[in-house]
């Protein structure tokens, strides 16, 4: 069954900086399109950036230019570089393959909880 882990997460100061890491296995990682998501606190989860398997990128308006997706085939691995942080950015971030919505609904990981805060 497929499975993906996060990490990465933790507290930071506004316009502070994370990396964060998505981990999958038991996938044909590098034949997939990844996404990265994020759900806060009441709100429903949403996708935030996602990378195809050939490498082109996409972003949600509001984090493009803030947020950088990419990916290590080698380690099947996802990574979500996310600078200028802004309190709106608090949320637990997941990822899931699929470009356009998760391919793997019922196989969501932990999660990595980002909180932006002073």
């Known amino acids: 069954q497929v499975q993906f882990v996060e990490s990465g997460g933790g507290l930071v100061q506004p316009g502070g900086s994370l990396r964060l890491s998505c981990a999958a296995s038991?996938?044909?990682?590098?034949?997939?399109?990844m996404g990265w998501y994020r759900q806060a606190p009441g709100k429903q989860r949403e996708l935030v950036a996602t990378?195809?398997?050939?490498?082109?990128?996409n972003y949600a308006d509001s984090v493009r230019g803030r947020f950088t997706i990419s990916r290590d085939n080698a380690k099947s691995t996802v990574y979500l570089q996310m600078s200028s942080l802004e309190p709106e950015d608090t949320a637990v971030y997941y990822c899931?393959?699929?470009?356009?919505?998760?391919?793997?609904?019922?196989?969501w990981g932990q999660g990595t909880q980002v909180t932006v805060s002073s």
């Open positions: 899931n393959a699929g470009g356009g919505g998760p391919l793997f609904p019922d196989n």
């Open positions: 038991r996938i044909g990682f590098s034949t997939y399109a």
């Open positions: 990378i195809r398997s050939g490498g082109v990128t």
